[in-house]
C-alpha cells in the first residue's frame, strides 16, 4: 500500500507502531522497540511524529536504570471526539466521547423514529452541536460519527434495509446526511450489533466470543466472534426473533408474517398479551418488569417461560458459535434472574457438554449505554487504525511544512 500523501517513506508503519498504545497503558520508546521489533532510531521517528500530530502525549518518565528516566507516552485521548447516536423506536440518545470512549456529554431525548430520517437525524445532530458547544469544543475536532438504528443495515453502504418500524428510511443515505453536519467517517450499523459491542469492549474484552441478545419490544442478537462483530454477508446477522421456535403453537403469527417466531413467543409484546389474558394492566416492557418486580407470580411463571423459549433458540446458537458469554440486554433484561433462569435451564441442557463448559449467561453490564459506548468504540476503531492514523499524521506534517 502507498504512503499517505506528505508521509515521509520513513514513517510509514506509524499507524502499526501507535496500535501498541492504544490500550491507554504508558509506555517508553524502548517499551515500543521490544514490542515491535524495530529499532529504537525508527520507534523515536514515529513516536515524534504522533506528538506532533497529537495522537500522543507525554505522561512523566519511568524508573531509571542508571542515566536520564526515559519518557513515557500514552495515547491522547482527548486530541479528538467522536460523535455516538443510538436511535430507538421512541428516543434518541446523543453523545460526545473522547478516543478512549469516555463520554464526556449525553442528552437523551423522546424522537419518534416513523419521524423519518431526516428530521431525526437533524434532530440529533442539532443536539450534538448543544452538546459540542458545552463542552468547549469546536466541530473540527469531531473525528467521526457512529449511528445505530433499530433495523437491519447494510454496513457497507449505511443504509437500512426495508426496517418494519422505520418507515421512509429504507435506503436512506445515512452517512451522506450526516456529513453535511460533521466531518470524518459515518459509520451505521444495527443497535444490537452496537450494544454488543459496547458490551464487548467496557466489561469483556478479554472474551473474544460473545453473544448478546436484546429482549424488548423484539428479540435480536449481535455476535461478537474472534473480538470482531460477525455481521454476515449483507448485515443481517444475529436476526434470532424470526427463528421458529420448537413446540411454539402455529396460531401465533408473528409481524414477520410467519408463525411461531421467538419474537411473537417471548417478546414483551407477546408476553404482555398471555398476562392481560390472566387479568393483569400490562401493556409494555416496563409494566412487565415492574409486575416481576412487585412479585407477581403469573408475571414471574410468563417472564421464566419466556426465558426458557428464549433459551431453545440460543442453544443452536451455543452448539453453532460456540460463544464464552451470552449477555441479555434490553427492556425485560431488568426482570433479572428470573428471565436469566428460563434461559440457563434449556441452554445448559440442550447444548453440548464442551460448548457449555466454561459458558456463562449473565445480565448486561452496560445497561441503556451499551448502544452509546458501541457506536463510540465502531467510530474510534476506524479512525484509530493504522491506516487513518497514517493519514491523519499526513495531514499534520503538511500543514506544519
Given at each position: 500500500m502507498n504512503a499517505p500523501a506528505g508521509l515521509?517513506?520513513?514513517?510509514?508503519g506509524t499507524g502499526d507502531l501507535f496500535q501498541h498504545l492504544r490500550d491507554g497503558t504508558p509506555r517508553t520508546r524502548g517499551d515500543l522497540a521490544r514490542?515491535?521489533?524495530?529499532?529504537?532510531?525508527?520507534?523515536?521517528?514515529?513516536?515524534?511524529?504522533?506528538?506532533?500530530?497529537?495522537?500522543?502525549?507525554?505522561?512523566?518518565?519511568?524508573?531509571?536504570?542508571?542515566?536520564?528516566?526515559?519518557?513515557?507516552?500514552?495515547?491522547?485521548?482527548?486530541?479528538?471526539?467522536?460523535?455516538?447516536?443510538?436511535?430507538?423506536?421512541?428516543h434518541a440518545s446523543v453523545a460526545v466521547s473522547d478516543l478512549t470512549n469516555q463520554v464526556l456529554a449525553q442528552r437523551t431525548v423522546e424522537s419518534d423514529i416513523a419521524d423519518g430520517p431526516t428530521a431525526v437525524l437533524d434532530r440529533s445532530a442539532a443536539i450534538v452541536q448543544e452538546l459540542l458547544a458545552e463542552l468547549g469544543r469546536?466541530?473540527?475536532?469531531?473525528?467521526?460519527?457512529?449511528?445505530?438504528?433499530?433495523?437491519?443495515?447494510?454496513?457497507?453502504?449505511?443504509?437500512?434495509?426495508?426496517?418494519?418500524?422505520?418507515?421512509?428510511?429504507?435506503?436512506?443515505?445515512?452517512?451522506?446526511?450526516?456529513?453535511?453536519?460533521?466531518?470524518?467517517?459515518?459509520?451505521?450499523?444495527?443497535?444490537?450489533?452496537?450494544?454488543?459491542?459496547?458490551?464487548?469492549?467496557?466489561?469483556?474484552?478479554?472474551?473474544?466470543?460473545?453473544?448478546?441478545?436484546?429482549?424488548?419490544?423484539?428479540?435480536?442478537?449481535?455476535?461478537?466472534?474472534?473480538?470482531?462483530l460477525l455481521r454476515g454477508a449483507l448485515g443481517s446477522a444475529g436476526d434470532l426473533g424470526h427463528v421458529h421456535v420448537a413446540g411454539a403453537a402455529n396460531d401465533v403469527v408473528c409481524r414477520c408474517g410467519n408463525v411461531g417466531c421467538l419474537e411473537a413467543v417471548a417478546a414483551g409484546p407477546a408476553i404482555a398479551a398471555r398476562l392481560r389474558a390472566h387479568g393483569l394492566d400490562v401493556e409494555s416492557?416496563?409494566?412487565?418488569?415492574?409486575?416481576?418486580?412487585?412479585?407477581?407470580?403469573?408475571?414471574?411463571?410468563?417472564?421464566?417461560?419466556?426465558?426458557?423459549?428464549?433459551?431453545?433458540?440460543?442453544?443452536?446458537?451455543?452448539?453453532?458459535?460456540?460463544?464464552s458469554v451470552i449477555v441479555i440486554g434490553g427492556k425485560l433484561s431488568e426482570a433479572g434472574e428470573y428471565l436469566l433462569a428460563g434461559v440457563r435451564e434449556?441452554?445448559?441442557?440442550?447444548?453440548?457438554?464442551?460448548?457449555?463448559?466454561?459458558?456463562?449467561?449473565?445480565?448486561?453490564a452496560a445497561g441503556s449505554q451499551g448502544g452509546i459506548l458501541g457506536a463510540a468504540a465502531?467510530?474510534?476503531?476506524?479512525?484509530?487504525?493504522?491506516?487513518?492514523?497514517?493519514?491523519?499524521?499526513?495531514?499534520?506534517?503538511?500543514?506544519?511544512?
Open positions: 515521509p517513506p520513513s514513517l510509514v514490542l515491535s521489533s524495530l529499532a529504537r532510531s525508527t520507534v523515536t521517528a514515529r513516536v515524534d511524529a504522533l506528538l506532533v500530530a497529537g495522537l500522543l502525549r507525554p505522561v512523566g518518565e519511568a524508573a531509571s536504570t542508571g542515566g536520564r528516566p526515559p519518557s513515557r507516552f500514552a495515547l491522547n485521548g482527548g486530541d479528538r471526539v467522536v460523535v455516538a447516536i443510538d436511535l430507538g423506536a421512541s469546536p466541530v473540527s475536532d469531531v473525528a467521526g460519527s457512529g449511528i445505530g438504528v433499530p433495523g437491519p443495515v447494510a454496513h457497507a453502504s449505511g443504509r437500512p434495509a426495508n426496517p418494519p418500524i422505520m418507515p421512509g428510511w429504507h435506503d436512506f443515505d445515512i452517512p451522506a446526511h450526516m456529513a453535511q453536519h460533521f466531518g470524518g467517517p459515518v459509520l451505521v450499523d444495527n443497535d444490537v450489533n452496537l450494544m454488543a459491542l459496547g458490551e464487548h469492549v467496557t466489561s469483556w474484552r478479554s472474551d473474544r466470543h460473545l453473544l448478546l441478545v436484546k429482549v424488548a419490544t423484539g428479540i435480536g442478537a449481535g455476535i461478537v466472534s474472534d473480538g470482531r416492557s416496563q409494566d412487565i418488569v415492574d409486575a416481576v418486580t412487585a412479585g407477581d407470580v403469573t408475571a414471574l411463571q410468563a417472564v421464566r417461560e419466556a426465558g426458557r423459549d428464549l433459551g431453545s433458540v440460543l442453544a443452536t446458537c451455543v452448539n453453532l458459535l460456540n460463544p434449556v441452554v445448559y441442557q440442550r447444548s453440548l457438554p464442551l460448548a457449555t463448559h466454561d459458558l456463562r449467561i449473565v445480565g448486561t465502531m467510530v474510534i476503531d476506524a479512525v484509530l487504525a493504522p491506516r487513518a492514523v497514517e493519514v491523519y499524521v499526513a495531514q499534520h506534517l503538511a500543514r506544519s511544512a
